[in-house]
């Protein structure tokens, strides 16, 4: 009975047994931390997604409201055309036409070689509306709540007539200046130029340094190579071709819409799986002045 009972106290693996259950081990293992990984790599993905999301969504409603309250597109003091002969006075009636560059040599606030508080946002002006860089000018409230106008004989050089005061907006893509850690990207900035002094609105109180709004920017590209982010709808052309320039600058009073294409990668800090968000939307002005004022007939009535 002694015997038998060592003999059952000694008995244990074999060793095709030990080897067979770490064999085992070894792959219930391997699938579980291949099952980690796989959840931990799609866990940063979304992650990454979903901060492109909110990046992008905060960039789109800035633009899109910006656009919408918009009086025109580049800059709304162009070259002055006339509108209409008065009736009464036989004299003809002035008004602008708008150029797709600011500042336009008819701007009172810069179109004589005047600086903004704090100094041009980028290299010098003037800024011009292409694939790259979108201006908007929307309209100055003051302290009636109603927007105001610059008045006849005001400003450098002086205004002929009444005309709508306005901020202008600058949107400008731009190489991320961080390209060893972000190589190929590029970053979205925007500046805020300050228009005509008038009660209730301090241009000195307005920044021109411009603000990056968004990083990450991969696209799209054009055939060399560019950004192709901003694109212009002429409501004169019948077969809706979004315009990258204006060929000819007095054609931008025809604008009336502006898309903007995103393609935009985000990967957050120690993440290992970047993720890239494509979107388009297009946006228009409501109330474009040179919209409302260009191609008025000669024999419009006097106005008051």
Known sequence: MKNSSVRRRRTGFSVVELMVSVLVMTFASTAIFSLLLSTAD????VANKMDSVNACRN???????DVRMGRALGDVYGSNVELWTDTVTGQPVLGFQGSDAFPANRNPCYGAGQTPTGGWPWEGPPYRLNNTT???????????GYPTSVPSGAGTPALPNAQDNVETH??????D???LRNPGQFVLQMSKIAGYPTAGYNPAAVSSQPQTILSGIVGPMDSQGQPKIFQYLD???ATGTPQDV???????ANCTGVIINLEVMKQL???????TLGLKTEVFLRNNALSTTVGVGADEPNEP
């Open 59 to 65: 960039v789109m409603e800035r633009f899109c409201k």
């Open 134 to 144: 979108m201006i908007v000018q929307t309209p100055i409230f003051g302290n009636t």
């Open 269 to 275: 800090e120690g993440a290992r799986r970047p993720a």
């Open 235 to 237: 409501k004169t052309d």
């Open 42 to 45: 799609m866990s940063q993905k």
């Open 177 to 179: 200046p961080d390209q």
């Open 246 to 252: 204006f060929a000819d600058p007095g054609t931008v």
């Open 170 to 175: 600058i949107y400008r893509v731009l190489p």
